[in-house]
């Protein structure tokens, strides 16, 4: 039914919607980037079977941009489609738990990686999706989306820097704390916090992860069947050729820098997640910034927390910095953070400067979905942030695991460990030439939209 009054929407849908969104992205911080630490030191090879594990969530964003535009939303009713994905996709990531090679055995490792492989392709595909059709549910049921969207999706920001929390107690090293009788309270929850596990039984928790993101996925699955119905969309004839179109605006050449710069802020924003856990973890784990390993996860949810503080001030800045010197300090907040990492690898430092994470995302990677918007020509805006979710999603990301597997691989140490400043000044200067890019040759024009 439309609904065409512009009041608020009832508390209780609102309530839901934000729960959605809740677990919409605990499900996916719960394993990222632990898993990006976990994963490798199970005994996969950097050349290729590292990059396609974590490549299958790249692969699941290549089929949600022509899945889920041009079938899901068209055949199903996106409560639906979100419940049954999540079911599968739930299944799918609860079962990596279970695939624990012994590392030092370099059969069961090779025997263990396609399964390993095919499961996180299986809850990838399903999974990546549904952040499109949980904004659609949103979108679908909101009254008044442009006032109304900000509140509940930030609730999704807030899911991922929950799903980190529980690792707090788990990582802890239980052993060594002392009853609560002995220290009383204060000094009980002090140990806890101060206490992490490491080596093999650090490893061994860290595996749950996956049992975490599993069971969330399961719980948004049953949740899903109470969301509002929201039918299909209907198919109009001009689907096929959107893409067509959005794709010949890159003859435009202030659009033709975007999209390249958007790629490689993309992938370096990807080898963000790929080396830091391990690099601000333990020594004893191959860290350098000793950090315990309990502790990191939470650490690096600290960008997501400037996040939505940056979000705020993000309509300020545009308004009055413009287009490229937003991107621009959006680009070199990567390299401000590697800069950090790769000279400066001491606690303070390396926590203080994660803070840029929200300049990152919010000055570049949300400032061209709203470019996007409001330059491109109506019938295709769809598309197009589609075409630049492909390459913030998809492509980049993809790339980058193969580099930076690569890099890995190049660049250890005789001791087993890795340069972390050689590899961080790939993403540095990565990040400088997508900077110098936008600056010299990124310049759209002064009128709204552009014409195809």
Same mark, same amino acid.
């Given at each position: 039914?439309?609904?065409?009054?512009?009041?608020? @929407?009832?508390?209780?849908?609102?309530?839901? /919607?934000?729960?959605?969104?809740?677990?919409?992205?605990?499900?996916?911080?719960?394993?990222?980037?632990? #898993?990006?630490?976990?994963?490798?030191?199970?005994?996969?090879?950097?050349?290729?079977?590292?990059?396609?594990?974590?490549?299958?969530?790249?692969?699941? @964003?290549?089929?949600?941009?022509?899945?889920?535009?041009?079938?899901?939303?068209?055949?199903?009713?996106? =409560?639906?489609? /979100?419940?049954?994905?999540?079911?599968?996709?739930?299944?799918?990531?609860?079962?990596?738990?279970?695939?624990?090679?012994?590392?030092?055995?370099?059969?069961?490792?090779?025997?263990?990686?396609?399964?390993?492989?095919?499961?996180?392709?299986?809850?990838?595909?399903?999974?990546?999706?549904?952040?499109?059709?949980?904004?659609?549910?949103?979108?679908?049921?909101?009254?008044?989306?442009?006032? =109304?969207?900000?509140?509940?999706?930030?609730?999704?920001?807030?899911?991922?820097?929950?799903?980190?929390?529980?690792?707090?107690?788990?990582?802890?090293?239980?052993?060594?704390?002392?009853?609560? #009788?002995?220290?009383?309270?204060?000094?009980?929850?002090?140990?806890?916090?101060?206490?992490?596990?490491?080596?093999?039984?650090?490893?061994?928790?860290?595996?749950?992860?996956? @049992?975490?993101?599993?069971?969330?996925?399961?719980?948004?699955?049953?949740?899903?069947?109470?969301?509002?119905?929201?039918?299909?969309?209907?198919?109009?004839?001009?689907?096929?050729?959107?893409?067509?179109?959005?794709?010949?605006?890159?003859? $435009?050449?202030?659009?033709?820098?975007?999209?390249?710069?958007?790629?490689?802020?993309?992938?370096?924003?990807?080898?963000?997640?790929? %080396?830091?856990?391990?690099?601000?973890?333990?020594?004893?784990?191959?860290?350098?910034?000793?950090?315990?390993?309990? %502790?990191?996860?939470?650490?690096?949810?600290?960008?997501?927390?400037?996040?939505?503080?940056?979000?705020?001030? /993000?309509? !300020?800045?545009?308004?009055?910095?413009?287009?490229?010197?937003?991107?621009?300090?959006?680009?070199?907040?990567?390299?401000?953070?590697?800069?950090?990492?790769?000279?400066?690898? =001491?606690?303070?430092?390396?926590?203080?400067?994660?803070?840029? $994470?929200?300049?990152?995302?919010?000055?570049?990677?949300?400032?061209?979905?709203?470019?996007?918007?409001? !330059?491109?020509?109506?019938?295709?805006?769809?598309?197009?942030?589609? /075409?630049?979710?492909?390459?913030?999603?998809?492509?980049?990301?993809?790339?980058?695991?193969?580099?930076?597997?690569?890099?890995?691989?190049?660049?250890?140490?005789?001791?087993?460990?890795?340069?972390?400043?050689?590899?961080?000044?790939?993403?540095?200067?990565?990040?400088?030439?997508?900077?110098?890019?936008?600056?010299?040759?990124?310049?759209?024009?002064?009128? =709204?939209?552009?014409?195809?």
């Amino acid at each position: 039914m439309q609904i065409d009054s512009p009041a608020a @929407a009832p508390a209780g849908l609102k309530f839901k /919607l934000a729960v959605m969104m809740f677990f919409q992205f605990f499900i996916w911080g719960a394993w990222f980037e632990l #898993g990006f630490d976990y994963i490798p030191k199970l005994g996969f090879n950097g050349d290729w079977q590292l990059p396609l594990i974590f490549g299958a969530f790249n692969i699941g @964003a290549l089929v949600a941009l022509f899945f889920s535009a041009q079938f899901a939303d068209r055949k199903f009713a996106a =409560e639906k489609f /979100l419940a049954i994905s999540h079911l599968i996709g739930g299944l799918a990531i609860g079962g990596l738990f279970f695939i624990r090679p012994d590392p030092t055995d370099k059969a069961a490792v090779d025997a263990a990686f396609w399964p390993f492989f095919g499961l996180m392709l299986l809850h990838s595909v399903f999974y990546v999706p549904t952040i499109s059709i949980t904004n659609s549910i949103a979108f679908a049921n909101l009254r008044n989306p442009s006032q =109304e969207f900000g509140p509940v999706r930030v609730w999704g920001t807030i899911g991922w820097i929950a799903a980190s929390w529980p690792f707090i107690f788990l990582l802890a090293d239980w052993a060594r704390v002392p009853a609560m #009788g002995e220290v009383g309270f204060v000094g009980w929850i002090g140990k806890v916090f101060g206490t992490s596990l490491e080596g093999p039984a650090a490893l061994g928790m860290k595996s749950y992860v996956f @049992a975490l993101s599993g069971v969330a996925s399961l719980l948004l699955a049953a949740f899903s069947l109470t969301l509002p119905h929201t039918p299909p969309k209907p198919a109009t004839g001009e689907d096929s050729l959107a893409w067509l179109k959005a794709m010949k605006l890159l003859k $435009h050449p202030f659009v033709l820098i975007l999209f390249l710069v958007t790629f490689i802020d993309a992938a370096v924003h990807q080898s963000f997640f790929f %080396w830091s856990f391990t690099f601000l973890g333990p020594k004893s784990d191959g860290g350098v910034v000793d950090i315990p390993a309990n %502790w990191v996860g939470a650490v690096m949810k600290i960008g997501q927390i400037a996040e939505i503080l940056t979000m705020l001030v /993000l309509g !300020y800045v545009l308004k009055n910095l413009g287009w490229r010197t937003t991107m621009i300090i959006g680009v070199l907040g990567h390299g401000a953070r590697f800069a950090v990492f790769a000279f400066m690898p =001491e606690q303070m430092p390396c926590i203080l400067i994660n803070i840029v $994470h929200g300049i990152c995302y919010a000055f570049f990677f949300a400032t061209v979905y709203i470019f996007v918007d409001e !330059y491109f020509p109506k019938d295709v805006r769809s598309s197009a942030q589609g /075409l630049f979710n492909v390459l913030i999603l998809g492509v980049g990301p993809f790339v980058a695991n193969f580099i930076c597997g690569r890099l890995k691989v190049a660049n250890t140490t005789p001791s087993g460990g890795v340069d972390y400043p050689a590899v961080f000044q790939v993403s540095m200067i990565a990040s400088l030439v997508g900077a110098v890019l936008l600056l010299l040759f990124f310049h759209p024009p002064k009128k =709204e939209t552009i014409g195809s």
